[in-house]
């Protein structure tokens, strides 16, 4: 088979595992194959991995395995830190070698190879600086600075005590089990960084997500342009069998570079509403819910509706107003849907640049001991 075509095949089949594995639990892929297969990357694969170590090694290999996942998956460790880095440097190893021989070219001066370094450069900074800072540790000693900054919505943050940490959970806060610590403004425990993503480390995960989405786009950019000379239909397919190793290297920057748009993209739009991950989940549990016990009130409520029916006395259709009136007031409050902690775009920006629990206005208003 030509190169080209290996070539091709190569680029698909990356493509679609990559989109399948990250992206395949997203709605529009529901019920096609690329959810299927995300199902068995995600689990399926893993599953009949354990029953094959099972039936060949019985309960105690079984129990090996789980042992590594516990450390792996469910302990805080340096395993995803090192890939990512190992990842990187594999990436631009491979860049330097096979394409800066290429700079200058048609379309590329000499300072893309500096950019390239100051690009990989500041991202590991970035990273560094979002794995080893603290996101917002809730401790004894400042809970009250956490507990004045964001005060409880009564919908999904209710005043209460953390089982685990014995403290008081302040509204927006989440106890990580992979840590063992309540954290601040919770927005996900992230395994890449080995860190939980919270209220003061937010805007560097943001800085991280935004520089490398940039890099990633612009070396797409440059990568494609100064191939794109060879412009006609055949000298694209001689320049897939002469440049295989830059083309491959293209694939994949454009792959990695439309998952850090959609990524940062979904990231920047908690931002400006001022939403963390754990509450857009908070939020899907609550309204489902409410969904299912209106479902059961409309139910329970058919059988009397059909009997006032026979008496054939006809109300008048209540008014939206009313409605809202016979509802308990977390429900008004849920039906308004409105997240308390947005105050505007502007506001929220500035809120996660410098984060409420570290300004003096705050630390300073303590609240009465509880
Ligand atoms: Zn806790
Ligand atoms: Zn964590």
């Known amino acids: 088979m030509a190169v080209q075509w290996i070539l091709i095949c190569h680029g698909l089949l990356t493509m679609l595992v990559t989109i399948s594995f990250l992206c395949g639990q997203w709605p529009i892929f529901q019920g096609t194959p ?3 297969l995300h199902y068995f990357l995600t689990f399926g694969a893993y599953d009949y991995f354990l029953r094959f170590v099972g039936t060949v090694f019985g309960n105690k290999g079984t129990s090996v395995i789980e042992c590594i996942e516990q450390f792996c998956c469910d302990r805080p460790n340096p395993i995803l830190q090192i890939i990512y880095l190992a990842i990187l440097g594999g990436t631009y190893y491979f860049v330097a070698k096979s394409s800066f021989s290429y700079i200058p070219g048609y379309y590329l001066s000499d300072v893309h190879i500096y950019t390239s370094v100051l690009a990989v450069g500041v991202g590991v900074l970035l990273f560094l600086l979002t794995s080893f800072s603290d996101p917002g540790t809730v401790k004894a000693e400042n809970v009250s600075d956490f507990l004045s900054a964001y005060p409880y919505d009564n919908i999904i ?8 940490c014995k403290i008081p959970k302040p509204a927006r806060s989440k106890h990580c089990s992979i840590c063992d610590r309540c954290v601040a403004r919770f927005d ?6 080995n860190n939980c993503i919270g209220e003061r480390n937010t805007r560097y995960f ?7 989405t940039c890099s990633f786009v612009l070396s797409t950019y440059y990568g494609v342009e100064n191939l794109s000379w060879f412009s006609s239909p055949y000298c ?15 694939v994949f920057l454009a792959i990695v570079s439309l998952l850090l748009v959609g990524f940062f993209g979904y990231h920047a739009h908690l931002c400006l509403t001022n939403t963390t991950t754990n509450e857009t989940f908070k939020w ?14 409309t139910s329970a409520a058919a059988p009397k509706a059909s009997m006032s029916g026979l008496s054939r006395e006809t109300k008048p259709p209540e008014s939206k107003s009313k409605a809202f009136c016979r509802r308990s007031p977390i429900e008004n409050a849920a039906f308004s849907m409105k997240n308390q ?13 410098f984060p409420l629990s570290t300004r003096p206005s705050f630390v300073q208003r303590k609240p009465k001991s509880r």
Request: with cysteine; charged share 20%.
């Open 34 to 36: 690329i959810e299927r």
């Open 157 to 164: 943050y209710k005043e209460k005590e953390c089982s685990t």
């Open 188 to 193: 996900h425990h992230c395994g890449w960084m």
């Open 206 to 212: 943001l800085a991280f997500l935004l520089w490398m």
């Open 236 to 250: 694209m397919w001689w320049l897939l069998g002469s440049y295989n190793t830059q083309i491959l290297l293209m």
């Open 284 to 297: 899907q549990d609550y309204t489902s819910l409410q969904k299912k016990m209106n479902e059961a009130r």
């Open 341 to 353: 902690y947005d105050k505007g775009l502007f506001s929220n920006v500035y809120e996660v640049i």
